[in-house]
């Protein structure tokens, strides 16, 4: 569990999980958060529970129902809200400072890959014809869009990061594990907060929620959050900073009580980004099997072009085209909680949608070779979900059923410059010496996905005897994907390219993008099994061991796929085969020292077949991505987590994590660049037994707050400090391990001090990266293989102050 450090009285979020019967999605919703009563009667435990130690049980909902976090058989670590306001991890990306197995990359919304334990997402751009391996859930809504872990935590009670597959209760998305996120719910007793902080780089944020009643059966909850923030990148082409922050949501709620037996939840919410968004800098470039005249020290010396700055941490680009990451999210849900007879009937009702409205400079450079790249997009997705819970004295058991409908529509453009006729050409053509040739030619690309899913599950807890439980659990989905692709090319005056087409210069815009429709379609029937057998040693140690066969589903490109040798389209390439996964893994859990400290270790190994891999071609435009299947994969480790608190006056926390991820099988990957381009070098490599991309090998976070109490302004409260670290082990940052794209490891530090009171007042400082370490989060290949090797810095060091009350 990751450590929280809470205010002078430790409110302990309290949700209750309860399943049941329906049609069911790949991914069925994570847990609903409890009612007003329940939490309430939660934080009276909770403060029964303390008054005995300088512990405190954390409740959590892995499980679907309300149970310790000590209780579960589940790796999992823990972050509360408030431990989310102090050490500013206001986004999942954020959050892997303090889960080390937890990993996130992104080049924008869109291009965003959540993994746990280095599985979950293919590594590169994203493609909508296929799942995520790491689910998201807000209060029991599975939300289908990784770029939905961009936008700020809306009044979060409590984050549960599962890791390890967790296919029978949340789903075919949760190969890698679930990142299970509980919000405040609405309360009969009138309650509120706010919060600002500033900060240097021109950094605002501002959080407000305000709940209570509006008659005997209603009550209401609203919140709302906004951040800001200068770029971290100078770019000298638009005299602007890039990759700025500019997040506002808005989240309500109204709870309906008519019967002390039956509630129900009516709950939207809004979110939007608009940032200046987004960018890299040149880090490196290397050589390639290219000829030298086509390499990017050629090129660049050709047309008399140079970067701004060769160092990364100076910070400074010139990318030439626009820059947008507009960026919506929003929806509503229905859920309805019944106490029937012995059990709990739940419906999760929910529709959610994404406007995703993006334009890239997709040359790297300054130079007009791409001067436009976008791929606007728009979501709807619609769930339904029913399930019964019940919990005796021998047996529990959970059965329950989820429908999912999701339907994707994308309009893309991308177009060359009066430069991309001397850098794409081969210089041996007379033709790229023709501006003309290629300046103003367009791709339009028109894309749609239909995603209908469907699935049942169940899962029983046998209480053999008071040590032993056994815990099997099945789920049967079915899944349903059309597609359709289109691309059309047209000239800088308008007129078509097309494939038959002979003339030279057509030839030449046919190598850069190339005309292709075609519709996929993919459909399958998966059934997954888990076994768990959890021994209860001692009231305060516990064992478990678990197996569980699962699969992530099979799916469609759609971003377009090879041509073959007569020019027509590979439609083998147009489907992905389901993941295939075995999972194996055994854990303890122990607490000790009156439970002022708790030690998790667990081993695990994760072997998957028919691994879904993102395969780039290295063309600007004729394909930038598509997934395949390689042979096999596999991921093995150790995690472990520590937390102490000796006294009321400290506490500590280290968790850390061994992961040695590698392809097992994967003849016929994309080339390193150091590989690839030239006549005489293969198109594919074989990269069986090499590191999985994304994955360090160590991964560490570790922190402690000390407390004093004294008095100030005549307010009885605590000063305090605290400390949150981490370490990461060097990764490769290309899914082919390159010499070129290997990031170092690092470490960061983050402290904060200030002082709180039993009002719930709080005024502190902070500082992240204190030691302003360079470091950078992502090394991408330059289109082309002309060498090129640019990169995203990581933030340099920031500082601000932050007030909170709540009444």
Not at 93 to 119: D, E, H, K
Not at 311 to 334: F, H, M, Q, V, W
Not at 356 to 384: A, H, K, M
Request: proline share 5%.
């Amino acid at each position: 569990m990751t450590a929280k450090y809470p205010s002078v009285r430790r409110r302990v979020p309290a949700s209750l999980f309860t399943l049941s019967l329906a049609l069911a999605f790949a991914a069925s919703p994570a847990a609903a958060a409890e009612t007003a009563d329940d939490t309430a009667a939660a934080d009276d435990a909770a403060t029964q529970v303390e008054g005995g130690s300088y512990g405190g049980e954390i409740i959590v909902t892995a499980r679907r129902r309300q149970e310790t976090a000590q209780d579960v058989p589940i790796a999992i670590s823990v972050v509360d809200g408030e431990q989310i306001d102090n050490t500013g991890s206001f986004n999942v990306g954020r959050l892997t400072q303090l889960t080390p197995t937890l990993q996130f990359y992104s080049s924008n919304p869109r291009n965003t890959a959540v993994n746990i334990r280095g599985i979950g997402a293919p590594f590169g751009l994203t493609n909508d014809g296929i799942e995520q391996g790491v689910g998201i859930y807000v209060d029991d809504v599975y939300y289908s869009r990784v770029a939905s872990s961009t936008f700020d935590f809306l009044d979060v009670a409590q984050i549960e990061v599962l890791r390890g597959p967790q296919g029978t209760l949340y789903g075919k998305n949760t190969t890698a594990g679930a990142i299970n996120i509980t919000t405040n719910q609405p309360t009969f007793d009138f309650e509120g907060k706010a919060e600002v902080s500033i900060g240097n780089l021109d950094f605002k944020q501002a959080k407000a929620a305000i709940s209570g009643p509006l008659s005997d059966q209603l009550a209401a909850r609203i919140a709302v959050s906004s951040t800001s923030r200068r770029g971290t990148i100078y770019n000298v082409t638009t005299d602007r900073y890039i990759q700025s922050q500019d997040n506002i949501g808005i989240r309500g709620q109204l709870l309906w009580r008519p019967t002390d037996n039956l509630d129900i939840t009516l709950a939207g919410d809004w979110n939007r980004q608009e940032a200046v968004c987004c960018g890299s800098v040149f880090v490196r470039t290397g050589e390639t099997q290219r000829p030298l005249n086509r390499q990017f020290a050629a090129l660049a010396a050709a047309q008399g072009y140079a970067f701004p700055s060769e160092n990364p941490y100076d910070r400074l680009t010139d990318l030439d085209a626009n820059l947008n990451a507009g960026n919506e999210i929003g929806g509503a849900s229905l859920r309805v909680k019944w106490d029937v007879g012995p059990g709990t009937l739940t419906s999760v009702t929910a529709w959610r949608y994404w406007d995703w409205q993006p334009e890239n400079d997709r040359d790297f450079t300054g130079l007009p070779i791409v001067t436009r790249s976008q791929n606007p997009s728009q979501q709807d997705q619609y769930t339904q979900e029913l399930r019964y819970n019940y919990t005796g004295d021998r047996f529990d058991f959970v059965i329950g059923g989820f429908y999912y409908y999701q339907r994707i529509d994308t309009q893309g453009t991308e177009g060359h410059g009066p430069a991309s006729s001397r850098w794409t050409i081969n210089p041996s053509n007379p033709l790229s010496n023709d501006p003309s040739v290629l300046d103003g030619l367009t791709a339009i690309n028109t894309q749609y996905l239909k995603n209908t899913s469907a699935a049942l599950f169940g899962q029983l807890s046998w209480k053999v005897t008071d040590q032993l439980t056994i815990q099997p659990g099945v789920r049967v989905n079915y899944d349903k994907k059309d597609g359709y692709y289109q691309r059309l090319v047209f000239a800088g005056d308008g007129s078509p390219v097309t494939a038959d087409l002979t003339d030279a210069v057509s030839a030449a815009r046919l190598g850069v993008f190339t005309p292709q429709e075609y519709a996929p379609s993919f459909s399958d029937w998966n059934f997954s099994y888990d076994l768990t057998a959890t021994w209860k040693a001692a009231n305060d140690l516990l064992f478990y061991a678990t197996y569980a066969k699962t699969f992530k589903s099979g799916g469609i490109n759609q971003n377009g796929v090879p041509n073959g040798a007569d020019g027509d389209p590979i439609l083998a390439a147009a489907t992905v085969k389901p993941e295939s996964v075995d999972h194996y893994e055994a854990g303890v859990k122990a607490e000790f020292w009156d439970r002022r400290a708790t030690f998790n270790l667990s081993a695990f190994r994760t072997d998957i077949k028919n691994f879904q891999a993102n395969v780039n071609n290295g063309q600007f435009g004729v394909l930038r991505g598509y997934l395949a299947n390689a042979g096999k994969v596999r991921t093995q480790g150790v995690e472990f987590d520590f937390s102490v608190r000796p006294s009321e006056r400290f506490r500590a926390y280290a968790n850390g994590a061994y992961t040695d991820a590698k392809y097992e099988s994967f003849v016929d990957a994309p080339c390193p660049p150091e590989l690839s381009g030239g006549t005489a070098s293969a198109p594919n490599c074989d990269i069986s037994g090499q590191r999985l991309p994304g994955v360090s090998k160590w991964a560490f976070s570790f922190g402690a707050e000390a407390n004093a109490e004294s008095s100030l302004f005549g307010q009885d409260g605590q000063f305090y400090l605290g400390y949150d670290g981490s370490y990461r082990s060097d990764w490769s940052s290309n899914p082919s391990p390159s010499a070129y794209t290997w990031i170092e490891g690092y470490s960061l530090s983050n402290f904060r001090a200030g002082f709180r009171t039993e009002s719930g007042l709080d005024i502190f400082g902070w500082v992240r990266n204190a030691f302003d370490r360079n470091y950078l989060e992502q090394l991408s290949v330059g289109p082309g293989n002309t060498g090129l090797i640019t990169g995203l810095p990581g933030d340099p060091r920031t500082w601000g102050g932050t007030i909170k009350a709540s009444f």
